[in-house]
């Protein structure tokens, strides 16, 4: 596995979240209040999901290739209802005024992201499937649907 591991753009990835990191500090530095890891600003919760995204990408990673296989379909559906009931879920005030987010105390996610993913997901195991060609009406309208939905929603 470690073999084959590609470790520039591991190390790519990492050099640029850093950047970034240091980039969100750069902007919202407070003198009076100097601790990037303060839980309560930003620098301090994007370490916590920066921390985060390198567990799940290591999770990921050795995830068999098979199981991808399985997943795209069922997390498209469950991403699809997640966006359907979202202004019903929406806090009230929204962010800066937006009803498209979700609020779990401290923390706020956007399941529009998701839909970006699972759409790209969706349509990757779509074109994977034995015999499909994009070449006919009803291939296009699949392709559509997959792309259209989450628009919709």
Do not use: C
Not at 86 to 98: D, F, H, M, Q, R
Not at 102 to 120: D, H, L, N
Not at 121 to 146: C, E
């Amino acid at each position: 596995m470690l073999k084959s591991f590609d470790w520039f753009t591991a190390l790519l990835y990492l050099v640029l979240v850093t950047i970034g990191w240091f980039a969100i500090n750069a902007a919202t530095y407070n003198f009076d209040d100097a601790s990037i890891f303060d839980l309560s600003r930003f620098p301090g919760k994007q370490a916590i999901w920066f921390g985060i995204s390198v567990l799940v990408i290591f999770v990921l990673m050795f995830i068999d290739a098979k199981t991808y296989a399985f997943w795209p379909p069922v997390l498209y559906v469950l991403v699809m209802i997640l966006l359907a009931v979202t202004p019903y879920l929406a806090s009230e005030k929204g962010v800066k005024g937006s009803h498209s987010w979700i609020q779990f105390g401290s923390v706020s996610i956007q399941p529009a992201e998701f839909g970006k993913f699972t759409t790209s997901l969706m349509l990757a195991w779509l074109f994977s499937q034995y015999g499909f060609k994009l070449d006919s009406l009803s291939s296009y309208l699949k392709v559509g649907i997959i792309i259209l939905l989450p628009v919709a929603l």
